[in-house]
């Protein structure tokens, strides 16, 4: 008898706990209604694609070894952390490590934005800690954040006047078809951080939200969910499948998937696939899908490739 059927047998008050995951729900979708729902998610997105706070405004992204610290920051093509445009200085500030804290020290002209001590200590990130938000720092239209974990640290550099804002012209996606939205169920996982590939080419860590399975084609279908960090208001899927790299992104899309109701029961929906950040800009460093995220179906719903 196994481990999990010998703990399951011996305390009988878990045994509903312990039963085969629950069954997926079915509900009925009025496709006309549906169609309006989200086509206005279609706009909702490409208006916030090109804004401030999207993709097109991210400009820059370093990746360091922690033994290159310090490390200077800003526009000077000789700095270890090089910022593109002319809305910053040539040195914005120095990366130092201090103990376990990543400092951005800078004699003047920076806005910290975030949690007070972080504010105070002009702190972007700590050691191997990810689940500890660091502060941003603002100068002028230029915001930075970072991480430090597996001996690298990475910097976010946003350009809230990035000339690619004003070049965005749309996304193309395929109809709306109601055959793409699944009814879901989601097991969640506990304090599982994972090193992710990513496009980039190095490792980033990412929180695991849990495992969202849906039934397609009469099997079940289990894929891993990351959470978005603080304040994230969904859980991330990012699959590939057979158009990836024809006609969509060939690294693969995002998913976001609703918050399971008390009953553990979601929607994945495909017709709301999106491209990831890297699709729009060199300076993101897109998580790979894994193995089980993996189609060799063509998933022909949500958006097809951008074309810069």
């Not at 978005?228 to 969509?248: H, N, P, Q």
């Not at 495909?270 to 998580?287: K, L, Y």
């Amino acid at each position: 008898m196994s481990f999990r059927r010998t703990v399951c047998a011996g305390i009988g008050f878990l045994l509903l706990a312990c039963a085969a995951e629950p069954a997926i729900i079915r509900t009925v979708v009025d496709p006309a209604g549906y169609t309006e729902e989200t086509e206005r998610w279609f706009a909702v997105r490409d208006g916030w694609l090109p804004s401030a706070a999207g993709p097109l405004a991210q400009t820059a992204l370093c990746h360091l070894a922690e033994d290159q610290l310090p490390a200077t920051v800003g526009t000077d093509p000789l700095g270890s952390c090089v910022i593109p445009g002319d809305h910053t200085r040539p040195v914005v500030g120095t990366l130092t490590a201090r103990g376990d804290s990543l400092l951005l020290e800078s004699p003047d002209g920076l806005i910290w934005v975030g949690e007070r001590t972080a504010r105070e200590a002009r702190l972007l990130a700590v050691r191997d800690r990810p689940a500890i938000d660091g502060a941003a720092a603002w100068q002028g239209p230029v915001r930075l954040t970072g991480r430090w974990a597996a001996g690298a640290v990475t910097i976010w550099v946003t350009d809230t006047l990035a000339a690619a804002r004003a070049s965005f012209h749309g996304v193309d996606r395929w109809p709306v078809d109601t055959a793409w939205r699944f009814d879901a169920t989601f097991t969640p996982a506990i304090d599982d951080w994972r090193q992710v590939a990513t496009v980039r080419g190095f490792d980033l860590p990412r929180q695991v939200a849990g495992t969202v399975t849906i039934m397609m084609e009469g099997r079940r279908v289990p894929l891993t969910a990351l959470t978005k960090g603080r304040g994230g208001a969904s859980w991330l899927v990012v699959i590939r499948d057979a158009t990836s790299g024809e006609e969509s992104y060939p690294a693969g899309r995002f998913v976001d998937v609703e918050f399971a109701d008390t009953l553990g029961h979601t929607v994945v929906d495909f017709n709301r696939a999106r491209n990831p950040d890297c699709a729009f800009t060199d300076a993101s460093p897109c998580p790979l899908p894994p193995p089980e995220n993996r189609f060799d179906l063509p998933i022909t719903a949500g958006e097809k490739t951008y074309k810069r």
